[in-house]
């Protein structure tokens, strides 16, 4: 079964920290794996789409890398900010269908 | 601004009726777009893709019956809740695909009492 795992399930850090976010996924044959962030009641806004032949993804502070072979992402975020406060999602697509699958998401929380 | 845009954002409906959910591409045309469901810290789970002009394509374990999906053109898709019961309280998110690249809703918060 392809399954997408995130760890931790929360994390608090103090404001200006840098901070790692993981990501594991079943199945190493994966089309693309994407991350975003989703602030509570809201949508989702997509930040970093790493295709399946790449390593990592950069924009701004964020750098999001992928090991398809341990089944693995982490998502960097430098100089961590209050505003950075939110549930980061990792969702994995598997095909060329758009399709994904999500995991449980990281509550992040970033203290002033 | 949106690229998809869902109505309504929150809706509240008794037990036993049935409550629309809209999601529109904005300025693009969409023929296929696809209605996720999240429960309350669990992981946002897909539950059908919506193809414009044909049936929609239901993953294991959702009921099509109970959950109508109409995609009766290129920039509307809209997901019925028949007969809601509270276990149906859910937040219901859609998304859409333009150039390759994934653009969701604002998702509807939706509580059935």
């Known amino acids: 079964k392809q399954e997408v795992t995130q760890i931790p399930a929360a994390l608090s850090v103090p404001e200006g920290e840098n901070l790692v976010l993981n990501c594991s996924f079943t199945?190493?044959?994966?089309?693309?794996l994407q991350w975003f962030r989703q602030d509570p009641g809201k949508g989702l806004t997509s930040l970093l789409l790493i295709q399946s032949s790449q390593r990592e993804q950069t924009s701004g502070r964020l750098n999001a890398s992928l090991d398809k072979s341990s089944g693995r992402s982490t998502l960097y975020i430098a100089a961590s900010q209050p505003g950075d406060s939110a549930t980061y999602l990792c969702?994995?697509?598997?095909?060329?269908?758009?399709?994904?699958?999500f995991g449980k998401g990281t509550l992040l929380t970033v203290n002033p | 601004g949106a690229v998809v845009s869902q109505h309504p954002s929150w809706v509240i409906c008794k037990s036993g009726t049935s409550v629309k959910i809209e999601c529109r591409s904005l300025?693009?045309?969409?023929?296929?777009m696809f209605w996720y469901r999240q429960f309350p810290k669990q992981s946002l789970m897909l539950m059908a893709t919506?193809?414009?002009?044909?049936?929609?394509?239901?993953e294991q374990g959702v009921e099509k019956d109970k959950f109508l999906i109409n995609h009766a053109s290129l920039t509307l898709s809209t997901l019925t809740v028949t007969s809601a019961h509270p276990e149906d309280s859910s937040f219901y998110i859609c998304?859409?695909?333009?150039?390759?690249?994934?653009?969701f809703g604002e998702g509807s918060w939706l509580t059935v009492v």
């Open positions: 919506s193809n414009e002009g044909s049936k929609a394509t239901y």
């Open positions: 969702a994995v697509s598997w095909g060329s269908n758009y399709k994904l699958t």
């Open positions: 998304s859409a695909t333009l150039i390759n690249t994934i653009y």
């Open positions: 300025d693009f045309q969409a023929t296929t």
């Open positions: 199945d190493s044959a994966i089309y693309n």
